[in-house]
């Protein structure tokens, strides 16, 4: 089973750049959300969408944008890159139950 | 924004012993309480959950507790192990979002 699929795992980016972080998810769930994990913090919800065609802001959502088209995939993009986005990313799914199954994550660094 | 609390930061553990985390929210209408393990570059995994109808819920070696009047819930690892060293987190559901606490670093020294 691959659960949640997320790509890359690594990347490096100069400030000012954009990129997307992919994610896919094969469990069919509904719900699914993107985090950021910083030293510390714990993990801070960016974004997070109930269903194809609908998303919402999290926590902390300046500077990222997604899309749902399908209930498959929740790509998050990084529209002009900042060094404080430099952060470890985790896409998650949440199945009916109420547990978050987390992708293996994105080491994003920005200089 | 809504906290969830969690400590300690960091905790030594003998092989065999005991180990507990703990984690306060404030209010929620939810009723979905997890704990979640994470090992060094994995993604953080689900290990225990409960909801507030029951005060304790068990699975092997893990016990979560909850008093809901103290808006409290306690991890609890009996006999650990060196292969339980992780980074624990507990999470409280605040309408579409799940409020993680900042994480417990375990080490059980063999």
């Known amino acids: 089973n691959a659960g949640v699929t997320q790509t890359p795992k690594f990347q490096v980016l100069k400030t000012g750049q954009s990129m997307t972080l992919q994610c896919a998810q094969d469990?069919?769930?509904?719900?699914m959300s993107w985090y950021r994990q910083d030293p510390g913090m714990g993990l801070r919800l960016i974004h997070y969408?109930?269903?194809?065609?609908?998303?919402d802001q999290g926590e902390v959502p300046n500077g990222y944008n997604v899309s749902r088209s399908t209930t498959e995939d929740f790509p998050l993009r990084l529209l002009s890159a900042a060094p404080s986005q430099t952060s470890v990313y985790f896409c998650a799914s949440t199945s009916s139950a109420g547990g978050l199954f987390f992708g293996s994550g994105t080491q994003l660094s920005v200089l | 924004q809504q906290q969830v609390k969690q400590s300690p930061q960091s905790l030594i553990v003998q092989k065999g012993g005991i180990s507990i985390i703990n984690c306060a929210y404030e209010n929620t209408a939810f009723d979905y309480f997890p704990w979640y393990q994470q090992f060094p570059g994995k993604g953080p995994a689900l290990l225990i959950a409960i909801r507030p109808d029951v005060s304790e819920k068990k699975e092997g070696r893990f016990t979560i507790s909850f008093n809901k009047s103290a808006k409290q819930f306690s991890l609890h690892i009996m006999d650990s192990q060196p292969g339980d060293s992780a980074t624990y987190f507990c999470?409280?559901?605040?309408?579409?979002?799940?409020?993680f606490g900042a994480g417990t670093r375990l080490t059980v020294k063999p």
């Open positions: 999470a409280a559901p605040y309408n579409n979002d799940m409020r």
């Open positions: 969408s109930v269903g194809a065609g609908i998303t």
């Open positions: 469990m069919n769930h509904e719900y």
